[in-house]
C-alpha cells in the first residue's frame, strides 16, 4: 500500500523535476544570449566607427590635397567626431610622418608609425598591440589609406587613423554607442583576442579578471565548428559569448547572472523546495489517511476473523467506527459466520443422532446374535443323536464368534482398525470353557 502511494507520486515528480531543469536551462541559455547580443551590439558600433573613419580617410586622400589641406581636413574630421580617433596622420611615400592630428593626451603617436614601410594600393585594416604608457595601453585598429598629394612634383603617401578599440570605464560608462558597457542591469567584461591569443581587456582600467584558457580555446573550437559568427556557451554563474567585430578581431564577452535572473533562481528553488515539501507532506497525510482509513481497519478484522477461526466466535462490533465498505464486509462476514454456525449445529445434532441410532443397531446386533447362540444350544441340549448335537454346537460357536467380533469391532466406535490380541483371547476363552477346559488348561 505504501508502495504503491510512493510510485503514484512519481509522475509528479517527474513533470516538476522537467519543468525545473527547462525553467533552469532557459536562465543558463539567457545569460548566454545576452552575451551574444552584446557582441552584435559591440560589432555595430565598432563597424560605425571603422566604416565612418575609413571613408573620411578615403575621401580625403582621393581629393587632390596638399598635405596642409589634407591635415587641416584631418583635424576637421577630429572635431566632428568629438575626438573618437586616437590618432590621424599624414605619411610620406617611404612611411616617414608628415603631419599629426591626435587629441591631447592621446599618446598615439607611436602606434601610427609603420615598420616596415607600406607598400600596398588598398586600404589596410590592422589591429595593434601596445603595452607602452597608461594611455597608449590596450588595443588600437590602425587604418591605411594610399593618398595622392598635390605637390610640384606631383607626389603619392598615405592617411593614417587610429581607432582605440579598448577604453577607460569612465568612457564605456558614459560615451554614446557603447551602453552595453553602461547597462546596470546587465553587466558585461568583454576582451579581445590577440593573434597570440592572449586577451586584451575591453576596459583598460577595470581589473577584470579574464576566463580560463579551456574556456576560450572550447568556445574558439565551437566558432570553428558552427556555421555563425558568434558562438555562446552558458556557465553556473552566467554565460560566454565568442564571434568577430570590425576588422576581423574575435571578441570574447562574459555575462553575469542578473539579478532579475539570480532571483528567478532563487524563486525556482524555493518553488521547487515547496513541490517537494509539499509532495511528500501530501504522501505522508495519504499514507497515514490509508491507515487509519483501511490499513488499521482491515488488521483489526483479520484479527477478529483469526479469533473466529480459534474460538468460533466473530465480534461483529468492531467493524461499528470503519467506513462503509469495511461495515458492509463485516455485517457480511457476519452473516455468514452465523449461517455456518447454524449449519455447523445442525450437522453436530445429525451426526450425534446418527451415532446414538448406530449404537443402537449395534447392541440390538449383538443381542440377536446371543439369542441366536442361546436357541442354537437349547436345541442342542435337546437333540440326542451325537453328529446332529455337534453341528448344531458348530453353528453356536460360529454365532459367538460373530458375537464376540461384532464386540470386539464396535468397541471403540471404530471400523478400521481391530484389537485382535483381545479378540483372540476372548474368543479362545469362549471355545475352551465349551470344551469343558478351564483357562489355564493346555
Partial sequence: MRLLICLSGIPVLAISTVLALHNYNELMVGSAQRAATAIARLDLQFRHDTDRLRSALETIGGMGLTPEQIGHALRLAETMSGQRYCFLGILDNDGQVIQTVSPP????????????????????????????????????????VPALFLSIPETRGYLVGILKLSRKAAYLANS????????????????LINQDGTLSSVCTDCRWVPPAPAVVHQLQQKLEASEGSVVSMPTSEGGYALGAIAGGTDILVATQRTPREADALRTMILEISALMVLLVSGLIGVTLAANIVLVWPLRRLTYSVQKWQMEGVFDARITRAMPLELQRLGQAFTRATRRLSRHEARLNKAMAHQELLMREIHHRVKNNLQIVASLLNLQASRISHPEVRAEFALARDRVRALATLHKTLYAEDRLDSLDMASFLRE??????????EGETGR
Fill in 105 to 144: 593626451g592621446s599618446g598615439c603617436q607611436n602606434i601610427g608609425v609603420t615598420e616596415p614601410a607600406p607598400s600596398f594600393q588598398g586600404t589596410l585594416l590592422e589591429a595593434v598591440q601596445e603595452d607602452g604608457n597608461p594611455d597608449s595601453k590596450g588595443t588600437f585598429l590602425r587604418i591605411t
Fill in 427 to 436: 474368543l479362545c476363552e469362549q471355545t475352551l470353557h465349551v470344551a469343558g
Fill in 176 to 191: 554614446a554607442g557603447w551602453q552595453a558597457f553602461s547597462d546596470e542591469s546587465n553587466p558585461l567584461q568583454a576582451w
